[in-house]
């Protein structure tokens, strides 16, 4: 008997499993164009916009029939993506005021209809009102079958027409000049994202549908810049945190499936947004730091430069209380680099005394020579004064990569001194 019982169950959280991860992941996939194009919001208020066509298609047809849910929820996202779309174009009400609008209104007329439901003699109502948090682990195997070939069919329109729907996100201007029906192509991405909510309120709900849709692919954005790979990306993310959120809604007793799928989504996303290694907080952090000690290492070796070019003598011993005729340094702040300055074989030292390596001597002889350079092209292409260009070059002098430079050197015509007529000096 137990184990009947145990294979019931197994059985049951394996269907859920793969039902809930199918419309997770049609629901990335199709979110991932809704994302690029900025329209989460639109997403959000199509999901709320389905619950009176939903309710409006049971009362029809007196009972949960999936296909009439389904006809239901289409026909209302439909109508609330149209109704948005016209008092953009045709009112004075902004974007975010006509979604808010259609979404408020929809939404309570879908409220008002399940409570209109909930009083009925018909028993068939009971569990409908789960539309609003999810019911995927109440949905029967026929259900989740026909939410599942749907789902699969909604990945592979998107697939079918990926080049085109790449083309219509990022440029429909260059994609009309191609001839592309450019209409048609919006219609069909705009049905494909109305059917994607509508499968995924299966799995989360009306409430937290925006989140099924726009997560995984805001989550996939930290780790790549490429479509094709934030759009698989987002798949995994979506498909993992399905399977883990039906997991955990089966394992504890009481636990809703939807909200968990949501909140696994969402520590994946802030995990993203933390840890990702180009564009997370961590890395952007390191990254400016990293950029902060190389403008201070820079800005050290270029007062050592000046202070022995002041006394004609580059390769002197200087002390570091010699630099304040050139440049003020905080102790602590000079410390760090010169340390950093003497592990890289920048500087030597002896005693108190610091002097240029020959490496140092170079790097120090290329800030001071793009710090020049830059200043010499403000002043003669673009007619600055000699007074007004010191502080753009402090800034230019870090970032001109090697090729600009070269440019510099071609463009000004190799100059041998600056606009204060200080040298510029080039490599030994």
Partial sequence: MQQASSW???SSLI????????????AAVVGSFTFLQKRSLVGDAVAH???????????FSGNKDPWWLML?????GWLSLSLMDFLSRKTKLSQDTAIATVLSVFFGVGILLLTYIQHLESGNQSGLDQFLFGQAAA?????LWIY???AVVLIVCTLVFF???KLLSFNPDFAQSLGLPVRGLRILMNSLMVLAIALGIQAVGVVLMAALLITPSAAARNFTDRLKAMIIIAALIAGFSALLGSAISFSAKGMPTGPWIVMCLSIIALLSLLLAPKKGMLARMLLQRRHQEKINDENLLKAFYHYGERHANLAQWIHLNDLAEVRDFAEEDQSKVLRRLIHKGHLLRKGEAFQFSRAGLDEARRVVRLHRLWEMYLSQRLRLKSDHIHPNAETMEHIISPEIEAQLLEELDYPDKDPHQSPIPYRS
Wanted: net charge neutral.
């Fill in 148 to 150: 599942g070939g749907l």
């Fill in 8 to 10: 019931i169950v197994d």
């Fill in 72 to 76: 239901g929820a289409l026909l209302s």
């Fill in 49 to 59: 916009s389905i619950l009176p066509g939903v309710a409006a298609a049971f009362l």
């Fill in 15 to 26: 269907l859920v499993a793969a039902g809930t991860f199918l419309l997770a992941v049609s």
């Fill in 139 to 143: 949905m029967k195997s026929r259900e």
């Fill in 163 to 165: 080049k085109e729907f």
